[in-house]
């Protein structure tokens, strides 16, 4: 199963993640949820400098983040190996990327109608889905879980318009989405998991849920230890030992990710954040 992924939105938030951030005291500072208030205004400071206004110009062409998307939600969400059968679970991952990217449009540009859409494709979900279910479960979980709560947060702490349903959102990421989060997969690939404890993070901060929060910062090491990269090789990207590094790719993101709320790292601080997290058992590659 491979989830489709904006990329003039996956630019524009990792602009922000490189964007420093004072040190916070211990408590959840909201919008906190993968970038903070801080990021995304010096984001939007310099929406007309490059790289910052092609992604800018991307992601307001996409189709998730036009006025007209289309929610689909569902009930039960069931989700097969190599998405067989894929009933529901294409539409959450793609429903939850929308309605992150209109909340990012509505942050970056002040127009209320976008997080007015957000809002509908969160509404849409939260009045109907119950479940996850099939052997995909815990992975389409913390895939659409981790888009839901970058969304739900932004909106929430940053739109002053009004969101009648929040709170119903709120009861079905605590419901649906984060008890299957934090019993985790130790079974599957590392990776699995590193998305669940991602998708479990932003939940819990969303939640102001700090016992969450500490789970999901523990259960880090548990899939860190599974990870392997292999050691300068050169690999097709659509290969299989291809499509292993692009994972670990993702999966480094996460790891390198401190807590969400208090401060991010040092750039340049990463191969040493990554190697402390990762163990002895991880190889970086040089180049």
């Given at each position: 199963m491979r989830l489709a992924r904006p990329v003039a939105a996956v630019m524009l938030v990792a602009a922000a993640l490189a964007v420093p951030q004072p040190a916070q005291a211990a408590g959840f500072k909201h919008p906190g949820v993968l970038v903070s208030r801080v990021q995304l205004d010096f984001v939007r400071a310099n929406l007309d400098k490059e790289p910052w206004k092609s992604a800018w110009d991307a992601l307001q062409k996409s189709s998730f983040a036009s006025l007209s998307y289309p929610a689909k939600p569902r009930a039960d969400v069931n989700c097969g190996g190599g998405s067989i059968p894929d009933n529901g679970c294409s539409d959450e991952r793609k429903d939850a990327m929308a309605a992150y990217t209109h909340a990012l449009r509505w942050y970056l540009s002040k127009d209320a109608r976008y997080a007015k859409k957000a809002i509908q494709i969160m509404d849409a979900w939260s009045a109907v889905i119950t479940k996850h279910t099939g052997s995909n479960a815990p992975l389409q979980t913390g895939w659409a879980g981790a888009n839901f709560s970058r969304a739900a947060e932004l909106i929430k702490h940053?739109?002053?318009?009004?969101?009648?349903?929040?709170d119903r959102l709120a009861s079905k990421l605590r419901t649906v989405y984060l008890p299957i989060l934090l019993a985790g997969r130790p079974n599957n690939n590392g990776n699995w998991e590193l998305i669940m404890t991602d998708a479990a993070i932003g939940i819990a901060v969303h939640l102001d849920d700090r016992t969450s929060f500490k789970q999901g910062g523990r259960d880090l090491a548990r899939p860190a230890a599974r990870l392997h990269l292999p050691h300068h090789r050169r690999v097709d990207s659509q290969s299989s030992a291809g499509q292993q590094v692009q994972h670990q790719g993702r999966d480094h993101r996460i790891l390198?990710?401190?807590?969400?709320?208090?401060?991010?790292?040092?750039?340049?601080?990463?191969?040493?954040?990554?190697a402390h997290r990762l163990g002895p058992r991880s190889h970086l590659p040089c180049g």
């Open positions: 940053t739109y002053g318009g009004g969101w009648s349903q929040a390198a990710r401190p807590d969400q709320v208090r401060g991010r790292p040092d750039p340049g601080d990463l191969p040493r954040l990554l």
